[in-house]
């Protein structure tokens, strides 16, 4: 029973939830001149590494 009532609170109350953040999006963003902590993450998932090219 409070699963379904639970199931019933979602459905209801999602239309007013905030959509996913940047990282969630598919299409790519242009790149920032300056990298940010989301980026360094991003990289680290793709396998490169961020402080490569750090001046």
């Known amino acids: 029973m409070v699963t379904i009532i639970a199931g019933l609170i979602v459905v209801l109350r ?3 939830w ?5 990282k969630y999006e598919t299409d790519k963003a242009p790149v920032s ?6 980026s360094d993450w991003d990289m680290l998932s793709n396998g490169e590494d961020p ?5």
């Open 14 to 16: 999602s239309r007013n």
């Open 33 to 38: 001149a300056e990298p940010d902590r989301v």
């Open 18 to 22: 905030k959509t996913g953040g940047r």
């Open 51 to 55: 402080s490569e090219n750090l001046p």
